[in-house]
């Protein structure tokens, strides 16, 4: 693992157990999400190390409650809930991949995808969520969409997407190389 992936993560547990960070103190009045970029290289070391972070916290703050919300399998679980997982293979083998997407678009449209995950992970009675899998989800999903969609259903709660490409305070880009819509409304965790 590069040292100073390492040196980033390893401050991650000091930020969120902080007072600002939990009660959302000091953003000047901004929602409380938080993203950790990291270089996708690094996808299964930062895996290993959230993993790690959840035990710790369950552990050592076992009265905070910590969601974390993999966007790959909260996908096939709501596909899943809705009997699309078949229609989405058959689709797939017989008309392609484009058609696939297109075919998703309405029921994964942000107004039906993120109340689901709110709902399924009590994500209002949480104190900090974590939303990892941002890569295993592109294209069908968009960080961007998703963060804005929850905002209106969270408000303040912290959260931290785990994005492997680059964000610089105003836009992301995915994998470093696919540019996303520019988002401002979200901090750098660990700059």
């Known amino acids: ?27 000047g009045n901004e ?17 290993e190390y959230i993993e790690f972070l959840e035990v710790m916290l369950a552990k050592k703050h076992g009265d905070l409650k910590v969601a974390n919300i993999n966007l790959l399998q909260s996908l096939v679980d709501y596909l899943g809930d809705r009997n699309f997982i078949d229609k989405a293979i058959q689709m797939q083998k017989a008309k392609g991949d484009e058609a696939l997407l297109k075919s998703l678009k ?26 990892t899998g941002v890569g295993s989800v592109w294209p069908l999903l968009r ?14 709660k912290p959260v931290v997407l785990f994005y492997p490409g680059h ?5 992301m880009s995915l994998f470093g190389k696919i540019p996303s819509n520019n988002y401002y409304r979200a901090f750098r ?3």
């Open 1 to 27: 693992m590069d040292q100073r992936l390492h040196d980033r993560l390893n401050q991650i547990p000091d930020k969120v157990l902080s007072t600002e960070f939990l009660s959302g103190q000091g953003l």
């Open 31 to 47: 929602i409380g999400f938080w993203i950790f970029d990291y270089e996708p290289e690094y996808e299964l070391d930062v895996r």
């Open 106 to 131: 309405g029921p994964l449209h942000m107004d039906k995808f993120a109340p689901y995950l709110t709902t399924k992970y009590s994500a209002t009675e949480q104190d900090i969520i974590f939303i």
């Open 143 to 156: 960080a961007h969409n998703l963060l804005n969609s929850l905002h209106s259903l969270l408000g303040h």
């Open 167 to 171: 964000y610089n305070g105003q836009a």
């Open 189 to 191: 965790l660990v700059p």
